[in-house]
């Protein structure tokens, strides 16, 4: 089996703490313990709290020494450089000198954290730090607690540790991606705009490179034997085992032979290993003498077009892009990894930024259709109840629809997409139990294949997130808070008969905003969506996506995360008070992508 330590083989950014003190003799005697004890403390707080994508706790690098001016601040400039620091708090107990203290690398995200006291004032300092940000056009994050505290107290405050995880998810998602790759199998599918790569977005925005591949390089793989024989053996008696493949939805005449069957799961196995392969390579190639073959894209994402190409003469993708979107497969509970059904790559780097926000796995949907309490009535004869009374929105696709999406997996009881780490072996056989391999219908994928077809279970937290390119302003992100809900079978039968019967569903329903124009109902959700996909991740993470996109220099155009909620970099408040949306956007557009 493939070891998957290679997926980042960079390694993963830490975090660096910058303790900060006044230079003054007798201050800086005074301060220096209580305010290396607060770095610690930070550093603590973060490694206990935050995993990367492996596992493994995140790594905390506080600066050797106090830092009191510009020889310092230079010495752990050059720490955190050969440390691989990816993003810096700064803490400060009392006064600071702000211009000799500072950081000035504006690709790395800033924070401080100034500690409300009045003895020593550190919110004074971190008041003038800020100020000295703002003037030299570097954003950072302002971290003042609500309360003030006792010197000797070195806690922190439950306020304070909110804002600095925050902060540092957000930021770690920011240096994951940088000087990664997103690889582009294939071309645009079927004309959807999300399928075309923009290198500059990934260049300016993400920092990552693009990376292309022909599908007839799948092809070769395929018909050559590039992959692990063995594994290869492992991965299909693994599918045979635990794939329950469904009932065919085909009428008999159109049907597939069943050694054809048998020879497109074959395929569709085959494909996955290729994929993976591409993505971040697989050192048992070279063993057999596909050097070049071994070393992979460095890909943190990729996107397969499929279709029409390759689906109406070749299996379709489906099995490989809900296989390896899952937290599991043939080599046991791992990482998801993120690839895009039709190469939409818009789609999978939302993907890419909810799974990195919360090591789960995502589901690609389509936005397929809003099914208002009338139209529901018409057709089943019953009422939609509960919170989806006012209607839902059918989320459906062939494609990369983890099979953590089903639900089976549980946090306090209730359904959850939760890390590879935290799942039993008892939630996956769940997982794959409740899901049925359908053959495809031919009419669509001339060349067969397996989708997944399965209902996500209700009460599930969850967030929708899109982000679309917008010529004159660029990326924008949207997304919206809600919850799955699940219908009486014979309901949801009617409605799901209604389209690809042989795909996954999730019925979503979001939270209302009654003095919010966009979701002062469930229609105006999917009426202002601007694509035909989402990304659906587990839990109510739209305030993190909106600390992440402030990072990314990304406007919001719609979002339901209560305005309190929010955290930006203070000099957002410098572009307007009273009207947060507006003023993020004129803020991304004055101070432009992050990697200019």
């Known amino acids: 089996m493939i070891s998957l330590q290679n997926r980042y083989s960079g390694g993963f950014p830490a975090i660096g703490i910058r303790p900060i003190i006044d230079r003054r003799k007798l201050v800086k005697a005074a301060l220096k313990d209580m305010t290396m004890e607060l770095a610690h403390n930070v550093a603590q707080l973060l490694t206990e709290t935050l995993r990367y994508p492996d596992g493994s706790p995140v790594r905390c690098v506080i600066s050797d020494t106090l830092i009191s001016g510009v020889s310092e601040a230079s010495r752990c400039s050059a720490q955190f450089a050969r440390e691989g620091v ?4 700064s803490v400060a107990s009392g006064w600071c000198y702000p211009l000799e203290t500072m950081e000035l690398d504006p690709q790395i995200p800033h924070a401080i954290w100034g500690f409300n006291g009045t ?20 954003p950072a994050f302002k971290i003042y607690g609500r309360d003030v505290k006792d010197l000797d107290d070195t806690s922190i405050p439950a306020d304070v540790s909110d804002m600095l995880l925050r902060f540092s998810r957000a930021g770690l998602v920011v240096a994951m991606l940088k000087g990664k790759s997103y690889l582009s199998i294939g071309s645009v599918s079927m004309g959807i705009a999300g399928c075309i790569v923009d290198d500059s977005f990934y260049q300016h925005y993400l920092g990552m490179r693009n990376a292309y591949v022909d599908m007839t390089e799948v092809t070769r793989r395929i018909e050559r034997g590039i992959f692990d024989p063995e594994e290869y053996v492992a991965a299909l008696d693994w599918v045979k085992a635990n794939c329950i493949e469904g009932d065919d939805p085909n ?27 591409l993505m971040i390579g697989n050192p048992s190639l070279a063993e057999l003498g596909w050097e070049e073959e071994a070393y992979g894209y460095n890909a943190i994402a990729a996107g397969f077009q499929g279709q029409r190409e390759w689906t109406d003469h070749y299996p379709s993708a489906d099995f490989l892009e809900a296989i390896l979107t899952s937290s599991f497969d043939w080599s046991g509970k791992r990482e998801p990894f993120i690839v895009a059904t039709e190469n939409d790559n818009l789609n999978a780097i939302t993907m890419l930024m909810g799974h990195l926000l919360t090591n789960a796995a995502q589901v690609f949907a389509d936005v397929r259709t809003y099914w208002s309490p009338e139209a529901v009535k018409r057709v089943t004869g019953q009422q939609l109840t509960g919170i989806a009374a006012d209607g839902i929105i059918h989320l459906i696709n062939s494609g990369p629809a983890a099979l953590d999406g089903t639900g089976e997996q549980k946090i306090d ?7 590879f780490w935290d799942i039993t072996d008892d939630e996956v056989t769940d997982c794959l139990q409740a899901v049925s391999w359908r053959p495809t219908y031919m009419d669509q994928f001339a060349g067969g294949g397996y989708s997944t077809d399965y209902t996500t279970k209700g009460g599930m937290a969850a967030t929708m997130v899109r982000i679309n390119l917008i010529e004159g302003i660029g990326p924008v992100l949207q997304l919206a808070e809600g919850y799955t809900v699940e219908l009486p079978s014979d309901m949801h039968d009617r409605l799901d008969q209604r389209t690809t019967p042989t795909w996954p569903t999730t019925w979503f329903v979001p939270d209302r905003i009654k003095d919010d ?12 969506w601007g694509s035909n996909h ?4 587990y839990g109510h993470i739209g305030a993190d996506l909106i600390t992440l996109a402030s990072m990314l220099r990304i406007p919001v155009n719609m979002h339901n995360v209560p305005v ?20 993020d956007y004129r803020a991304c557009t004055a101070y432009g992508p992050l990697y200019k």
């Not at 990816?86 to 708090?89: S, T, V």
């Not at 009881?413 to 890390?419: D, E, F």
């Not at 909620?565 to 947060?580: C, H, I, M």
């Open 517 to 528: 124009p966009v979701f002062d109902d469930v229609y105006s959700v999917m009426e202002n």
């Open 86 to 89: 990816g993003l810096m708090i």
């Open 119 to 138: 003895e020593r004032p550190g919110a004074v300092y971190l008041a003038a730090l800020h100020a000295a940000h703002n003037q030299k056009g570097i």
């Open 413 to 419: 009881g209730n359904p959850a997409m939760k890390p």
């Open 564 to 583: 309190k909620q929010l955290f930006r970099p203070s000099s957002w408040s410098a572009f307007g008070t009273k009207d947060p949306e507006g003023v």
């Open 251 to 277: 009428p008999e005449e159109m049907r597939l032979e069943r050694s054809v069957k048998d020879r497109n799961w074959e395929t569709v196995v085959k494909m996955a290993l290729i994929t993976r392969d």
């Open 534 to 537: 989402c990304a659906v991740s």
